[in-house]
């Protein structure tokens, strides 16, 4: 079992930068891979990335993809969401999730994913 909760959101302005922290309830992350999804007002919850170790590997969603960075290190118990020339378009509640390395399926999808946290306001605004 694994707790995770987020933090770091908030309001900010067209091209700002926000960065979100998941913290995981286990002392590191070893084992798992940690996955950001986001879900915004009358929508679904889409993926947003995800970051895997040993070795480290990102994947992120098309539209994201060198805006947003995941980081982190899986001998700490945090994971980072980098969020760069933020859009009204990425206005939504993110959420960081983990899933037991070794687990097959793909790691896109929110059904892979074992273990949530309550998730994260960020609103930008135009």
């Known amino acids: 079992q694994v707790q995770l909760e987020e933090s770091g959101g908030g309001e900010v302005q067209a091209g700002g930068s926000v960065t979100l922290s998941c913290a995981s309830s286990r002392r590191t992350f070893g084992g798992f891979v940690v996955g950001w999804f986001r879900q915004a007002p009358g929508k679904e919850r889409e993926f947003v990335g995800f970051?895997?170790?040993?070795?480290?590997?990102?994947r992120y969603l098309e539209s994201v993809q060198g805006r947003f960075t995941i980081f982190g290190d899986h001998a700490e118990k945090t994971v980072y969401l980098q969020m760069n020339s933020l859009k009204p378009e990425d206005t939504a509640v993110y959420y960081c999730a983990a899933l037991t390395e070794g687990r097959t399926g793909s790691w896109r999808v929110r059904s892979s994913y074992d273990y949530w946290g309550q998730g994260t306001q960020v609103t930008v605004s135009s």
């Open positions: 970051i895997s170790w040993r070795p480290t590997i990102t």
